[in-house]
């Protein structure tokens, strides 16, 4: 069996064990966000209450910026 292993020859190359910093960086910004809303609605309900937050959001702040 040796005989045989040792007939073939195989160049493995040599790959790098640790990413570089540009490389972690750059797959961290490239990674997807997951939504928060999510988990708490389901899929269904996640657009209409992301629309009804984007809105909410500020008329309820709008009074706090219109104090003098």
């Given at each position: 069996?040796?005989?045989h292993l040792d007939a073939y020859k195989v160049?493995?190359?040599?790959?790098?064990r640790k990413r570089s910093r540009a490389d972690r960086l750059l797959r961290f910004l490239t990674s997807p966000a997951s939504n928060p809303v999510e988990p708490l609605l389901g899929r269904d309900m996640t657009a209409v209450v992301g629309g009804s937050l984007l809105v909410a959001i500020p008329?309820?702040?709008?009074p706090l910026l219109l104090q003098p």
């Open positions: 069996m040796k005989q160049d493995v190359p040599d790959f790098p008329l309820l702040l709008l």
